[in-house]
């Protein structure tokens, strides 16, 4: 069991690292220092940052997965899970800043890393709203569509969203992103999407 535990506390460090020093400049000695260990002990677990940041990032994608998994499984509609799902991303992650900001850093920003951590938490938030759109669709809530494309057009419109958001936070010299607009502007175009994924309008013709 003692494996496991000292990864997990690997991945925390790295967390506080990423949120004190930004991903690309943190180090394998600052994530050794934050767990009073040597750096060359990390190395008998992960062979480099890289590996550290990628599992540390897909742990806390999982964890909100898990989250809204079960805040929205007593909800009876595809539209109501949708809707708690991104007023839960911006509850969930507006403590965890770094997360959000480092995605929108990724979307304008080379470097492998980011894009590899990027492209991997953009296809599981795919999947996830692929799954409520699925719902939507088998329980006649929504019109049959392809939901993996659905999934994608509107995963598209939310990360232009947010990546707008950045950029004006960028050229105003601001050091945090506006949450609240950012909640609101993606409830918004949800709105838009469930209204025209909606099987209520075919049934009134």
């Not at 890289?50 to 898990?66: G, K, S």
């Not at 759109?133 to 993996?148: K, P, Q, S």
Request: net charge neutral; with cysteine.
């Amino acid at each position: 069991m003692e494996k496991p535990d000292k990864k997990q506390e690997i991945l925390d460090a790295a967390m506080h690292c990423l949120a004190r020093y930004g991903m690309l400049k943190s180090t394998m000695d600052d994530i050794a220092r934050v767990m009073g260990l040597k750096k060359a002990s990390l190395y008998y677990y992960y062979k480099n940052k890289e590996a550290i940041f990628t599992d540390a990032m897909e742990r806390e994608a999982q964890r909100f997965h898990d989250v809204a998994f079960e805040r929205t499984k007593t909800q009876s509609t595809a539209a109501e899970k949708l809707m708690t799902t991104i007023k839960l991303y911006y509850e969930y992650f507006r403590d965890r800043a770094e997360w959000l900001e480092l995605n929108a850093q990724a979307m304008v920003d080379n470097h492998s890393l980011l894009q590899d951590i990027h492209k991997r938490n953009c296809k599981g938030n795919r999947d996830f709203l692929a799954h409520f759109i699925r719902e939507g669709i088998d329980n006649n809530e929504f019109r049959t569509i392809d939901a993996d494309h659905a999934a994608r057009v509107l995963h598209l419109a939310l990360e232009s969203q947010h990546l707008e958001t950045y950029r004006q936070a960028a050229e105003n010299r601001e050091n945090k992103l506006d949450y609240q607009k950012l909640e609101k502007d993606s409830l918004f175009i949800l709105d838009i999407f469930i209204n025209g994924l909606s099987n209520h309008k075919q049934d009134s013709k």
